[in-house]
């Protein structure tokens, strides 16, 4: 089937709410019936080749794969609906699909546990209602009582700065990337919270608290803080049959953070 560039048209009737989760009412934009022709995506991806190398996936526990149309339209449309614009963080920007199957599947520690990605997630829901079930959890870490992770540079007035002031941790951690990466492998990341067995963190665990479930729907966008802590929230059935599917946009508010590639979790 020819892929053409209208294929991701948006639905002028769409219907859009805002929620604010958590202590720290992080908001998370929900759009209902987000575009035009579901079917029509639907039939595409589904002859699309999907790879789960790392370039591509990172440690998303699935497969992607990318049509090289332009997503501009669509982040514009998103940027309206998220209330100030949003740039592509990754460049080019495909449309990237993605598809996780629960059948033969074995989660890593990362895979079990809430993640951040860089800045604002819009991820957008394709599978048809009888395959619809769970969604994308928001999530606060218990042991610090975070419910989200600042970019770098960290200020003194920020939580997180305040947190390791408490416990005595140099302000090193905070100087570059490596060092965040590190303070976030071991206080916040431990492999110790994840969640046990081959499970996704979906309810909780004694580390990790449930604040809000995006509950997936066909054709609906959410685009969140991904800074807060999240993951998919995925029990077994019915992805033992069917692929859960969807779109994933990794945005930025700042204009001058992009990156080339596109592999994230
Ligand atoms: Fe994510």
């Given at each position: 089937m020819e892929i053409s560039?209208?294929?991701?048209?948006?639905n002028p009737n769409l219907q859009s709410q805002v929620a604010y989760v958590g202590k720290g009412k992080h908001k998370a934009v929900l759009v209902d019936n987000f575009y035009k022709d579901l079917e029509k995506i639907l039939q595409a991806t589904a002859k699309l080749s999907y790879t789960d190398h790392y370039d591509l996936t990172g440690n998303f526990p699935g497969a992607r794969a990318q049509i090289n149309i332009s997503t501009?339209?669509?982040?514009?449309?998103?940027?309206?609906?998220?209330?100030?614009?949003?740039?592509?963080?990754?460049?080019?920007?495909l449309a990237v699909f993605q598809?996780?199957?629960?059948?033969?599947?074995r989660l890593n520690i990362g895979q079990r546990a809430p993640h951040i990605d860089p800045d604002i997630t819009a991820l957008i829901y394709l599978n048809p209602e009888h395959s619809c079930t769970g969604g994308t959890a928001l999530y606060r870490h218990r042991p610090t009582g975070l419910?989200?992770?600042?970019?770098?540079?960290?200020?003194?007035?920020?939580?997180?700065?305040?947190?390791?002031?408490?416990?005595?941790?140099?302000?090193e951690f905070f100087q570059t990337e490596e060092g965040y990466e590190n303070f976030q492998r071991s206080m916040i990341f431990n492999?110790?919270?994840?969640?046990?067995?081959?499970?996704?963190?979906?309810d909780g665990n004694e580390f990790w608290e449930l604040l809000q479930l995006v509950e997936m729907k066909p054709n609906r966008?959410?685009?969140?803080d991904a800074r807060v802590f999240h993951s998919q929230y995925?029990?077994?059935?019915?992805?033992?049959?069917?692929?859960?599917?969807?779109?994933i946009i990794y945005l930025t508010a700042e204009q001058n953070t992009m990156r080339t590639g596109s592999s994230l979790a």
């Amino acid at each position: 089937m020819e892929i053409s560039d209208d294929l991701l048209e948006i639905n002028p009737n769409l219907q859009s709410q805002v929620a604010y989760v958590g202590k720290g009412k992080h908001k998370a934009v929900l759009v209902d019936n987000f575009y035009k022709d579901l079917e029509k995506i639907l039939q595409a991806t589904a002859k699309l080749s999907y790879t789960d190398h790392y370039d591509l996936t990172g440690n998303f526990p699935g497969a992607r794969a990318q049509i090289n149309i332009s997503t501009q339209p669509v982040i514009d449309a998103i940027s309206k609906l998220w209330g100030s614009q949003l740039y592509s963080f990754f460049q080019p920007q495909l449309a990237v699909f993605q598809a996780l199957t629960t059948r033969d599947y074995r989660l890593n520690i990362g895979q079990r546990a809430p993640h951040i990605d860089p800045d604002i997630t819009a991820l957008i829901y394709l599978n048809p209602e009888h395959s619809c079930t769970g969604g994308t959890a928001l999530y606060r870490h218990r042991p610090t009582g975070l419910e989200r992770l600042p970019r770098l540079p960290i200020t003194p007035d920020q939580e997180v700065w305040q947190l390791a002031e408490r416990l005595e941790l140099s302000n090193e951690f905070f100087q570059t990337e490596e060092g965040y990466e590190n303070f976030q492998r071991s206080m916040i990341f431990n492999p110790l919270f994840a969640a046990k067995g081959n499970n996704y963190i979906n309810d909780g665990n004694e580390f990790w608290e449930l604040l809000q479930l995006v509950e997936m729907k066909p054709n609906r966008l959410a685009i969140f803080d991904a800074r807060v802590f999240h993951s998919q929230y995925i029990k077994e059935d019915p992805y033992d049959k069917v692929f859960r599917m969807n779109q994933i946009i990794y945005l930025t508010a700042e204009q001058n953070t992009m990156r080339t590639g596109s592999s994230l979790a």
